[in-house]
């Protein structure tokens, strides 16, 4: 055993935990990826005068506008860098406004423009919209702020209804 342990540490030489990136490094790579992922599809939405509120949304694997899947973490990576306040309070603004006061799901927040809040899609996002809310409303203007706060309640009452079974799908 002694001589496998004599081994690694051999085979480690002084340099080689230099080339381990520190947390920061590692989380300013995140950043930067997903900020070049989200840039060609805001550019567009931006350039357009008319521009209809899902432009300010990423797109799902299918291509289509969503609300879930992308949106909410590329407006944090947006707010994280400091890069365009402006883009970020837009999309968080296009989220919000999906959220449903009543119906199936109250609180809850569809996947896609045209269809019903759903527990999964809040769960899904209700998560970003906490951290948000709790690390990055720096640069959000006040009115978008208390919006963001005020969603909160009701997103998180959606998912724990949905878990506990309330909402939850019945199986036939």
């Avoid at 080339?19 to 992922?37: K, Q």
């Avoid at 927040?109 to 899609?121: H, I, L, N, V």
């Amino acid at each position: 055993m002694l001589f496998v342990a004599a081994s690694l540490l051999l085979a480690v030489g002084p340099g080689a935990t230099q080339d381990v990136p520190s947390p920061e490094a590692r989380r300013a790579e995140i950043v930067r990826l997903v900020l070049r992922h989200g840039e060609s599809r805001f550019e567009a939405a931006e350039a357009a005068p008319d521009a209809l509120p899902e432009a300010y949304l990423m797109l799902n694997s299918a291509g289509q506008p969503s609300y879930a899947e992308g949106s909410l973490e590329y407006a944090a990576a947006l707010l994280m860098s400091g890069a365009d306040t402006a883009r970020a309070a837009k999309i968080i603004g296009t989220v919000l406004a999906a959220q449903a006061a009543g119906g199936k799901c109250p609180g809850g927040f569809p996947w896609r423009p045209e269809t019903e809040a759903d527990p999964y899609a809040t769960a899904f996002l209700a998560p970003w919209l906490a951290y948000i809310h709790q690390h990055l409303t720096g640069g959000l203007p006040d009115d978008l702020r208390a919006r963001l706060s005020a969603s909160l309640k009701p997103a998180l009452g959606a998912v724990q209804r949905f878990s506990v079974g309330v909402d939850a799908p019945q199986a036939s």
